[in-house]
């Protein structure tokens, strides 16, 4: 199946810092999407970003299938971005999987 | 829009106790997964039904049975909890495209 690498797994900003998150893949896919984990375990939907470029906000994402890897930036970083961040890529209707995250804490 | 409701939110099994998690969907989803999250290991993949009347294994399948009841619901049953099981429990459905989650159920197994 899909090796996920995630880099780096922790990452520590002042507020207002700019971080950019990678994710690596092993294969081929048409499926990718970015996910937050908040403090208290709710994950939500970033990105749904195969190919190309999508900003929302201060973040945006950015993904090069034929070269396997996404990018998530996040600008002016503010308390309430800290938590895990997970990359999970897919080919088809298979199911996403899931890399091990990226702890964010962002400190005032 | 609910989206995607789980019950409970939180379990106390003793070790070979049974239950059922249960989950909901109100998105008109044709697929919908169970995973567990456990410290350091990220989102795991339990079972996952591509759609109704059709279910199979992920990754971790071992200790776990799945139903999915209709469109919108899809259940995971612990017939037999060992304290391995005790995790964090995510379903989820998705469209096409977008994968979204319920709030989680907090498992302990003692």
């Known amino acids: 199946g899909i090796q996920v690498e995630q880099s780096p797994p922790d990452l520590i900003l002042q507020e207002g810092a700019n971080s950019t998150l990678r994710c690596n893949f092993s294969?081929?896919?048409?499926?990718l999407q970015w996910f937050h984990q908040n403090p208290w375990g709710q994950l939500i939907n970033l990105f749904y970003?195969?190919?190309g470029t999508k900003q929302n906000g201060r973040l945006s994402a950015t993904t090069v299938a034929t070269e396997r890897y996404s990018l998530l930036y996040i600008s002016s970083s503010q308390t309430t971005d800290s938590g895990v961040y997970f990359c999970?890529?897919?080919?088809?209707?298979?199911?996403?999987?899931f890399g091990k995250g990226t702890r964010l804490s962002v400190i005032a | 829009n609910a989206g995607v409701t789980q019950t409970p939110k939180f379990q106390v099994l003793k070790t070979g106790q049974s239950m059922t998690l249960q989950c909901a969907q109100d998105?008109?989803?044709?697929?919908m997964y169970w995973y567990r999250q456990d410290p350091g290991m990220g989102l795991r993949l339990i079972y996952y039904?591509?759609?109704?009347?059709?279910?199979d294994k992920g990754e971790v399948p071992n200790g776990y049975n799945v139903s999915r009841l209709n469109k919108r619901e899809f259940s995971l049953r612990l017939e037999s909890a060992a304290p391995s099981q005790t995790s964090v429990y995510f379903c989820?459905?998705?469209?096409?495209?977008?994968?979204?989650f319920g709030s989680g159920t907090q498992l302990s197994v003692l």
């Open positions: 989820a459905s998705r469209n096409n495209e977008k994968l979204f």
């Open positions: 294969d081929s896919v048409n499926n």
């Open positions: 970003i195969p190919s």
């Open positions: 999970a890529p897919a080919l088809g209707n298979t199911p996403l999987v």
């Open positions: 998105m008109n989803h044709n697929s």
């Open positions: 039904s591509a759609s109704e009347g059709t279910t």
